[in-house]
Antibody, heavy 118, light 111 residues
Framework: EVQVVESGGGLVKPGGSLRLSCAASGFSFSTATMNWVRQAPGKGLEWVSS????????YYADSVKGRFTISRDDAKNSLYLQMNSLRAEDTAVYYC???????????WGQGTLVTVSS | QSALTQPASVSGSPGQSITISCTGT?????????VSWYQQHPGKAPKLMIYEVTNRPSGVSNRFSGSKSGNTASLTISGLQAEDEADYYC???????????FGGGTKLTVL
């Protein structure tokens, strides 16, 4: 079964850091472009970051540029999102998703909740 | 404010057809055939329903179809069923500094 499973979310204070992980299985992770997408409570989807198969092409939303870092470990079939200088507006469920076609995301994980609050 | 514009809500009766629009610009929807549609039930992860404007992933009902005209993409659901009640999001590649943009989402109510 093709799937991704996120972990690492939690409660963090403003200005703090958190590292999210995404474990992939059932497909060739090393050849896949991977993404992070987030959804604030009661709000819509927001694309966060993308990394291509060899980590050469990395993109970020303007809202997280300079604070978040996406990375991957193909040996562990894992995707990561290092989040620094967290703000209240970063509070959201963070989803990991494979790029199954041109900029189409499938599958999605169940998400991991990040809450930034003092 | 989302980069792509969708109606906040649409509704239809079982068996009817509905269409959800997704309006962007020539920098995204109008300029590329990289529009996707996602279905999201409450508390669940999004599910890909349409990719590259018109293509359905394996396992997605043929009651779902996509199209595009100019800067506006559309998702049509025919033969509405109760299980189709969900939020629907469009997305597109964009040549701006952001790689992918989403619409604000449309809540579909099956009456």
């Amino acid at each position: 079964e093709v799937q991704v499973v996120e972990s690492g979310g939690g409660l963090v204070k403003p200005g703090g850091s958190l590292r999210l992980s995404c474990a992939a299985s059932g497909f060739s992770f090393s050849t896949a472009t991977m993404n992070w997408v987030r959804q604030a409570p009661g709000k819509g989807l927001e694309w966060v970051s993308s990394i291509n198969r060899d980590g050469v092409y990395i993109y970020y939303a303007d809202s997280v540029k300079g604070r978040f870092t996406i990375s991957r470990d193909d040996a562990k079939n894992s995707l990561y999102l290092q989040m620094n200088s967290l703000r209240a507006e970063d509070t959201a469920v963070y989803y990991c998703a494979r790029d199954s076609s041109k900029f189409a995301f499938d599958p999605w994980g169940q998400g991991t909740l990040v809450t930034v609050s003092s | 404010q989302s980069a792509l514009t969708q109606p906040a809500s649409v509704s239809g009766s079982p068996g009817q057809s509905i269409t959800i629009s997704c309006t962007g610009t020539s920098s995204d929807v109008g300029g590329y055939n990289y529009v996707s549609w996602y279905q999201q039930h409450p508390g669940k992860a999004p599910k890909l329903m349409i990719y590259e404007v018109t293509n359905r992933p394996s396992g997605v009902s043929n009651r779902f179809s996509g199209s595009k005209s100019g800067n506006t993409a559309s998702l049509t659901i025919s033969g509405l069923q109760a299980e189709d009640e969900a939020d629907y999001y469009c997305s597109s590649y964009t040549r701006t500094s952001t790689l992918v943009v989403f619409g604000g989402g449309t809540k579909l109510t099956v009456l």
